[in-house]
Structure formats: structure tokens, C-alpha cells
């Protein structure tokens, strides 16, 4: 069989992520699927049904992240791994990670349907929490499976209803008494490709179909707590203030200015999270708390703008009076996808006779944490209004089919590489 002419069904594409997206669909239309949830819970037996249907062995491991293998030619070769997340957001949408899940499925659907078989092991896999959620722990499951995560990590935790994460796993099927043996070690994989919505505008505005993703976000956070002087709102005259959010106003400006003029666009920041003391509508406040986040594509670009913001801050300190605790919360690495992952999807995107564009991701996902065992890489789809974490996340159709083949046709081609 000609390997190049085999694609995907765009049909059961639609039906399958139609399925999944009717479990937790909540009144508002959005998808409240979080983490261990009787909704996700209702996913994950949706989905092993499914693998059941094909020639893999399913299995849930320690972590309860959800493997089905796909056996080999050559079976002591490492496994091509692929997928993504089937947990959501609070109200989210659902195309979010279950669309990864859905186009791994619809490989080994395929290569099932079509008798194709590989070199490698193929590992389709539906990670667990993924999300944030309310133990507080997101990537959970590819963190669990690189060595990132211990018992001592997990032990204790529980929701603010008070449930363990550890009852939460064993009611997914996993042992989180035996949790380090879900540890994958580097020998395991040959590659891992993840799939997702951008989640952004960049592929929309470009109207190009396929995106590969030469890296994943780096994220810096702290916490800005800017101290002034309280005192009387009426009496206190405006030359004679030490005005706390009116500082803290001044540093959120000067950062959204800072990242305004700079010359790589995929350079973020945030404040997202602010307090006032004492909060009074006559009163000058005299403490703010606010959060500062920095994302980009390298660790030199994030330090860059963090400088100019320092200078920026230092400044405002000594012409409003007031001065500046400053505490680190996230410094995550920038973490590149592999080289020749990103040359094997973009060469059968051209090839399939797709367009693409590199760009990095933005946010934070698995693939992340799989590139510190493997060679890994990400597509992205392009997604309507650059929405997500939404109800109105969603994706065309014929987008998804591209980027699907481009999944099946990466897969072959790096089934025949010496890795």
C-alpha cells in the first residue's frame, strides 16, 4: 500500500469530538470537565471504549494517564508517542486538548482500518490534568510520567471540598500508592507529538492552516507589593500623597508600554491579580498587591523586558513616594520543540500541499514536559477568533483535517528514522 495516499476521515472526526463534547456540557454550553470530576471520569470510559474497538493494548497507569500501545515491527524500537488532554477548564470549550486526544484516536483508527503497519511502537496518550484545577497541581500527568512529580508531591492535597488527589486518582483507575512507577524513562520514546488549538489569532489572521510550534512559553511571575501611606481622601492634598495604586497604576502602564514597543510580538505580559489597602472609597490607599507575569519564546527576551520594567519601577519609587517588596513565584523555563520534529511536520505540510507557519506557543502544555525525555513537538489548528477556555472555542472542520493528516503523515515519516 502507497502510505502517501492514506488520510484521515473527516467525518468521524466530527462525530467522535461531537461525542466527547456532549460529556460535561453544562446549560450554558460550556464544558465543566475538570480534573477527576464524575464528568471526566465519564470521558475516560468514553475514550478506552473507544481504544477497545482497535488493535492496542489501553492500559491507565499509576498517574492515571491513559496509554493505548500499538505494537511494532520492530517491538524493543522506542514508541512514537501522541496526544494530548481530555480535562477542561471550568466552563470551557471542547476543543481544548480533547482535540489532540480525538486525532490520535483517528491515527490509530486509520492505521487499524488500513492494515499499515510501523516500526515503531505507536503510544496514543490522554494525560491527565492538564488544566488547572482545583488541587492545584496542572500538567499533572506528564509531569508524573518525566519525574516531576513524587508521592511527597501529592500527598495531602485535596480540593477545597476537602477530596484527596490521591482518592481522585483511584477513582481514574490509577495507584497512587505505587505513583513513581508511572515514570517513563528517556529509552521509552523515540518522539511525542502533541496536537492543540493555538488558541490565538496568529494562524486566523494569516489564514494559514497549519502551525508548527517551535517552542513552548517560558513564564515568569512575582509578586508586587507596593507600600505608600494611607490617610485622609479629602484633606490630604495631592502634592503631599504616597499614593499606592496610583504607583502600582504607573507599573502596569510602563510594563504594557514596555511590551508594546518590542520587537518580537509573541513577548506577553500580565497583571492579572490585584489588591488595595485599605480599600476604602475615602481613603488614599496605602498598600497594593498586585501579580506581574512575563511570557516568551527564550529566557533572554523575558530578563530583557523584566529589566526595563525594574528601571521603569525605580523611577516611579522615587517620584511617588513609595516603596517596593518584590517576591518570585514562577520562573519556568522557555523550553524549544525538537528541530527535526518541527522539519518532519513542516516538510509533509508541504508535501500534503498545506500551508504553515512556525510560531511558538503561548501557553503551557504537556509537550513541555515530554521534551525532557524525548524529542518532541507540537501542531496547532487555528482557532475562530483566536477564543479558548470558552464556550465559543472552536475550529473549522477542513483546518482539523489538515492538521490531522500532517499528525498521520508526521508519524509514518518518523517511523522510518533511525531514532
Same mark, same amino acid.
Given at each position: 500500500m502507497d502510505k502517501s495516499t492514506v488520510t484521515v476521515n473527516k467525518q468521524i472526526i466530527e462525530q467522535k469530538l461531537s461525542e466527547l463534547g456532549k460529556i460535561g456540557r453544562n446549560a450554558n454550553g460550556g464544558m465543566d470537565r475538570t480534573t477527576f470530576t464524575p464528568a471526566e471520569i465519564e470521558a475516560r470510559n468514553w475514550l478506552k471504549d473507544e481504544l477497545d474497538q482497535l488493535n492496542v493494548d489501553v492500559r491507565v497507569d499509576q498517574a492515571a494517564n491513559i496509554w493505548a500501545r500499538r505494537q511494532g515491527q520492530v517491538d524493543h524500537l522506542p514508541a512514537i508517542a501522541f496526544g494530548s488532554h481530555i480535562d477542561s477548564v471550568p466552563n470551557g470549550g471542547m476543543y481544548d486538548g480533547a482535540l489532540g486526544v480525538i486525532l490520535a484516536l483517528e491515527v490509530m483508527r486509520v492505521l487499524d482500518e488500513q492494515g499499515i503497519k510501523t516500526k515503531h511502537p505507536l503510544e496514543l496518550v490522554s494525560f491527565s490534568a492538564e488544566e488547572p484545577n482545583p488541587f492545584g497541581l496542572s500538567t499533572f500527568g506528564s509531569r508524573a510520567i518525566t519525574g516531576k512529580l513524587a508521592y511527597q508531591d501529592i500527598e495531602g492535597v485535596t480540593d477545597p471540598s476537602g477530596k484527596k488527589l490521591t482518592t481522585g486518582i483511584k477513582e481514574a483507575g490509577g495507584d497512587p500508592d505505587d505513583f513513581e512507577g508511572a515514570v517513563r524513562k528517556d529509552e521509552a520514546f523515540s518522539a511525542f507529538l502533541e496536537v492543540h488549538i493555538e488558541q490565538g489569532k496568529r494562524l486566523l489572521n494569516r489564514d494559514i492552516p497549519v502551525g508548527v510550534v517551535t517552542g513552548i512559553t517560558g513564564i515568569y511571575r512575582e509578586e508586587v507589593t507596593v507600600l505608600g501611606e494611607a490617610n485622609h481622601a479629602g484633606t490630604?492634598?495631592?502634592?503631599?500623597?504616597?499614593?499606592?495604586?496610583l504607583a502600582a497604576a504607573n507599573m502596569s502602564l510602563e510594563l504594557e508600554a514596555i511590551l508594546k514597543a518590542y520587537p518580537d510580538e509573541e513577548v506577553v505580559g500580565t497583571i492579572g491579580q490585584v489588591f488595595v489597602k485599605p480599600n476604602a472609597t475615602n481613603i488614599v490607599p496605602g498598600e497594593v498587591t498586585f501579580s506581574l507575569e512575563i511570557r516568551g519564546q527564550t529566557n533572554d527576551k523575558i530578563q530583557d523586558v523584566l529589566a526595563q520594567w525594574e528601571a521603569k519601577m525605580e523611577t516611579i519609587k522615587k517620584d511617588r513616594l513609595v516603596d517596593v517588596q518584590r517576591k518570585k @513565584?514562577?520562573?519556568?523555563? +522557555?523550553?524549544? !520543540?525538537?528541530?527535526?520534529?518541527?522539519?518532519?511536520?513542516?516538510?509533509?505540510?508541504?508535501e500534503l500541499g498545506?500551508?504553515?507557519?512556525?510560531?511558538?506557543? @503561548?501557553?503551557?502544555?504537556? +509537550?513541555?514536559? !515530554?521534551?525532557?525525555i524525548t524529542r518532541s513537538g507540537m501542531l496547532f489548528v487555528p482557532s475562530l477568533d483566536g477564543k479558548s477556555h470558552c464556550p465559543e472555542e472552536e475550529s473549522r472542520m477542513e483546518d482539523i483535517e489538515k492538521v490531522a493528516n500532517v499528525l498521520l503523515h508526521s508519524i509514518l515519516t518518523m517511523d522510518q528514522k533511525e531514532w
Open positions: 490630604t492634598l495631592m502634592k503631599d500623597r504616597s499614593d499606592a495604586f @513565584m514562577l520562573d519556568q523555563q +522557555a523550553v524549544p !520543540m525538537n528541530r527535526d520534529v518541527i522539519a518532519c511536520c513542516e516538510e509533509q505540510s508541504k498545506y500551508p504553515s507557519y512556525r510560531l511558538g506557543s @503561548m501557553a503551557g502544555h504537556d +509537550a513541555a514536559h !515530554m521534551a525532557s
